[in-house]
């Protein structure tokens, strides 16, 4: 499976930025995707993740602001993220887990988008 993230920039405080992640591959293998990110000094953190029927789960950090969702269809995991803070300045990596429910863990990963919001 591969991984292709894109729609990161430089946007200012309060604006919006919606990534995108294509998924491509032996996708019928997927089952849940996320989006991580990591800020320099940081360890990387969950952002949101859904499930393949389509529940999601956010970090309190971005509960209300971002919104994540899939299109089957076109094997694509989205973020929208709204209210952006500079606080959310980061790389951003989009996941994808053959089976996250029974392991926890992701087994492919993007090379990551930058995110960079300015005060």
């Known amino acids: 499976v591969q991984l292709v993230e894109s729609g990161g920039g430089l946007v200012q405080a309060g604006g919006s930025l919606r990534l995108s992640c294509a998924a491509s591959?032996?996708?019928?293998?997927?089952?849940?995707m996320g989006w991580y990110r990591q800020a320099p000094g940081k360890e990387r953190e969950l952002v949101a993740r859904?499930?393949?029927?389509?529940?999601?789960y956010y970090a309190d950090s971005v509960k209300g602001r971002f919104a994540i969702s899939r299109d089957n269809a076109k094997n694509t995991l989205y973020l929208q993220m709204n209210s952006l803070k500079p606080e959310d300045t980061a790389m951003y990596y989009c996941a994808a887990a053959s089976d996250y429910e029974a392991t926890g863990e992701y087994d492919y990963w993007g090379q990551g988008t930058q995110v960079t919001v300015s005060s």
């Open positions: 591959g032996s996708i019928f293998s997927i089952n849940a």
């Open positions: 859904i499930s393949s029927g389509g529940s999601p």
